[in-house]
T-cell receptor, first 117, second 112 residues
Framework: AQSVTQPDIHITVSEGASLELRCNYSYGATPYLFWYVQSPGQGLQLLLKYFSGDTLVQGIKGFEAEFKRSQSSFNLRKPSVHWSDAAEYFCAVGPDILTGGGNKLTFGTGTQLKVEL | NAGVTQTPKFQVLKTGQSMTLQCAQDMNHNSMYWYRQDPGMGLRLIYYSASEGTTDKGEVPNGYNVSRLNKREFSLRLESAAPSQTSVYFC???????????FGEGSWLTVV
């Protein structure tokens, strides 16, 4: 079965510093991968997604993520964090597009980001 | 630009009571989902509906039932609420496999 691991429960960075949130997945040959962000009391908003092609994916709000098949990772990065980036971030993996199974996603347990001013 | 709308936003139930969470989407999506979110556990899929007229169990279906009323609406029912069902519930929808899943703003349910 597919699974997602986000090893960092909490991360604190200073405003203006760079950020990397880790995500490792266990899945078949062709996963599709997502990063979502959740602000307090809100639903989840998609930051970016990877299906195929270029392994470096650009998203909204200046975020990017790199798919590394050899490491089964899809880490999220941002060069310079803003105070408004404080939120919880979720990595998710979907079924292999070659084998079917609907559009169900499996989510990681999330990383809570705190930004110090 | 409503997207995915779910009601109620907050609800307190007594153990054994029943209730239905309503969800509607206006994006003409085929697939709809119900997730629950608990601290430290991320989001877990309760039920999903790949298309109108079909429903399937997700990871944690026990204690829940769903109805895909039409293409727009997908409801989640708790027949006999238990404290373990205290959680935040999210409805979501998507087009085909691989496309973005859009989430509602959540329903906070407390069972006492």
């Amino acid at each position: 079965a597919q699974s997602v691991t986000q090893p960092d429960i909490h991360i604190t960075v200073s405003e203006g510093a760079s950020l990397e949130l880790r995500c490792n997945y266990s899945y078949g040959a062709t996963p599709y991968l997502f990063w979502y962000v959740q602000s307090p009391g809100q639903g989840l908003q998609l930051l970016l997604k990877y299906f195929s092609g270029d392994t470096l994916v650009q998203g909204i709000k200046g975020f990017e993520a790199e798919f590394k098949r050899s490491q089964s990772s899809f880490n999220l990065r941002k060069p310079s964090v803003h105070w408004s980036d404080a939120a919880e971030y979720f990595c998710a993996v979907g079924p292999d597009i070659l084998t079917g199974g609907g559009n169900k996603l499996t989510f990681g347990t999330g990383t809570q980001l705190k930004v110090e001013l | 630009n409503a997207g995915v709308t779910q009601t109620p936003k907050f609800q307190v139930l007594k153990t054994g009571q029943s209730m239905t969470l309503q969800c509607a989407q206006d994006m003409n999506h085929n697939s709809m989902y119900w997730y629950r979110q608990d601290p430290g556990m991320g989001l877990r899929l309760i039920y999903y509906s790949a298309s109108e007229g079909t429903t399937d169990k997700g990871e944690v279906p026990n204690g829940y039932n769903v109805s895909r009323l039409n293409k727009r609406e997908f409801s989640l029912r708790l027949e006999s609420a238990a404290p373990s069902q205290t959680s935040v519930y999210f409805c979501a929808s998507s087009e085909e496999k691989g496309n973005t899943i859009y989430f509602g703003e959540g329903s906070w349910l407390t069972v006492v």
